[in-house]
């Protein structure tokens, strides 16, 4: 008979929980790595919260590139770079999506405070030829 108590409690929280989720709701950024050195996205500017990143590598690129999410007041050209990379590790990497063949692409969700952030690609060189853009996330 106890375990009928527990079981309904269970069942009860887990329905809730499910009522009660954000689940998906958010926003969604198209990013696309284009050939001419630029990564494009459909918007700059997007609420706090759960943010789907639509990331494509354009089929004309000729290379291989990777998305990368991070928190900094810096403008998106004024990252420093060490050996024709930006070190993540001065920064608060959010996510990282990597290696994308031309003409592929992938999905990441993050959950963004508000603030600035700078989307990078982060392959030698890649930065520095200016794959970069800025994101504000506001409240």
């Avoid at 952030?117 to 030698?124: A, D, F, G, Q, S």
Wanted: charged share 20%; hydrophobic share 40%.
């Amino acid at each position: 008979m106890k375990s009928i108590p527990r079981t309904a409690v269970f069942l009860g929280v887990t329905a809730l929980g499910l009522v009660c989720s954000p689940g998906y709701a958010g926003e969604t950024i198209k990013a696309t790595l284009l050939k001419t050195n630029t990564i494009q996205l459909d918007t700059s500017q997007v609420k706090a919260g759960s943010v789907t990143f639509e990331v494509s590598n354009a089929p004309d690129t000729g290379m291989t590139h990777e998305f990368v999410v991070l928190k900094t007041d810096l403008a998106a050209d004024k990252l420093p770079v060490k050996n024709g990379q930006v070190p993540e590790s001065q920064f608060k990497k959010m996510g990282e999506v990597e290696d994308m063949a031309p003409g592929k692409g992938k999905h990441m969700t993050l959950k963004l405070a508000p603030g600035r952030y700078v989307l990078i690609c982060n392959r030698p060189g890649h930065y520095s030829m200016g794959l970069h853009a800025s994101l504000v996330v506001t409240p």
